[in-house]
């Protein structure tokens, strides 16, 4: 049998539990970020279809624009036994950017010795994983990167 | 309470004096005026919280506050409601304060023994009109601004020392952002540091005391 005692009690900490989840509620949704933008695949202009290379890597360069910048970005073409693909410069160990060196047929990284072949894959150094395949498509004879950007405002 | 809080209280032993206080039989002739205190306490706690949830975002320099502002109330979540909230308890604050302050004029309760504890508010109201006063500036708007130049330069007009007095309120010659992040540490950690520490002294007093008499 419930008394009046308990029902006024259970009352109250009803009211309490919801003013206190209501808060907790009203708090998380103030402290998370507002104005997150949805990512989108964005292909960026880089090179004409008939510079690409018929055999090996090359270095190229493409253009986008970020908060109101313009930034050049580079990127290394890769011809390897006729499959074409892109690969991101940046090492997948800490972000520097590693250089192709043309005598070892390797990517090796400047700043902690990170080497890949030209496939991506790692040979030797600290590198956790290959080099990043970039999309690529060849479209009326350009040749265009995707890379993931904000989507814009 | 549930079980937690049993494993709670074998640690801090907090049920039975608890209990004592809070199921106290209240002397007769207490009314809704004997609540303005309490009123002003919570006040004092929305204002805590909801000014803690604004120092996420807002920026107390010179180039980015007003920026942080415009931020807050048109982009983050809620956030002109909790800048609202932080405004207008801060108003309310002070009117209940007064108010509480009339009631314990005309109940006579500042008399001795409890006339520490009249001192004591007193401290308080001080702390809260620095309070709203250092908090007034951080908008950093025209009205903000100019608010605190005419607030700052009566400090001048004390004899002697008075510019010395306002250059260093104002934390040089004129209201800048050395201004701004003086007002700011003030207001979100001096201040309400102290007042935390005079309102514990209140409580404690009046409980040792009792709202009419002893308890």
């Known amino acids: ?44 202009d880089c090179m004409d279809e008939d510079t690409l290379p018929r055999r090996g890597v090359k270095r190229a360069e493409y253009r986008f624009e970020l908060k109101g910048k313009e930034i050049t970005a580079g990127v290394f073409i890769v011809n390897h036994e006729g499959a074409v693909y892109a690969l991101s410069p940046v090492c997948t160990h800490l972000g520097c950017l590693v250089n192709y060196n043309r005598h070892k047929d390797e990517f090796i990284c400047p700043c902690h010795g990170g ?39 | 309470m549930g079980k937690a809080f049993d494993w709670l209280d074998e640690k801090f032993h907090i049920r039975a004096p608890h ?32 000014g803690a949830l604004l120092s996420l975002y807002y920026v107390p320099s010179e180039t980015e ?4 502002i415009l931020k807050i109330q048109r982009e983050v979540h809620l956030g002109w409601l909790i800048r609202g909230m932080h405004k207008w308890s801060a108003t309310l604050l002070i009117v209940f304060m007064l108010c509480h302050m009339l009631r314990v004029f005309i109940s006579r309760a500042y008399k001795a023994p409890k006339e520490l504890n009249w001192i004591v508010g007193c401290l308080t109201l001080v702390m809260v009109f620095a309070s709203g006063f250092t908090g007034y500036l951080l908008p950093w708007d025209q009205k903000s601004y100019w608010a605190t130049t005419v607030g700052t330069s009566m400090a001048a007009t004390i004899p002697v020392a008075g510019r010395h007095l306002m250059y260093f309120i104002r ?19 001096w201040l309400p540091v102290t007042m935390a520490a005079l309102l514990w002294a209140h409580f404690h007093m009046i409980k040792r005391q009792g709202i009419k008499g002893g308890l």
């Open chain 1, 1 to 44: 049998m419930t008394t009046r005692r308990d029902f006024l009690s259970g009352t109250v900490k009803s009211v309490i539990f919801a003013i206190v989840s209501g808060i907790s509620a009203a708090t998380a949704y103030f402290m998370y970020p507002a104005g997150l933008r949805t990512r989108q695949l964005v292909y960026c």
């Open chain 2, 171 to 189: 934390g040089g010659m004129d209201v800048g952002g050395a201004t701004l992040i003086r007002f700011y540490s003030f207001h979100v950690l």
């Open chain 2, 19 to 50: 209990k004592r206080f809070l199921q106290r039989r209240l002397p007769a002739g207490l009314s809704y005026f004997y609540c303005l205190g309490g009123a002003a306490f919570t006040s004092y706690l929305i204002l805590f919280i909801s």
């Open chain 1, 115 to 153: 080497k890949y072949d030209t496939r991506g894959n790692v040979i030797a150094g600290p590198p956790p994983a290959p080099l990043t395949r970039l999309p690529m498509k060849v479209e009326n004879g350009r040749v265009y990167i995707g890379i993931v950007l904000p989507a814009a405002a």
């Open chain 2, 65 to 68: 506050a007003y920026e942080s």
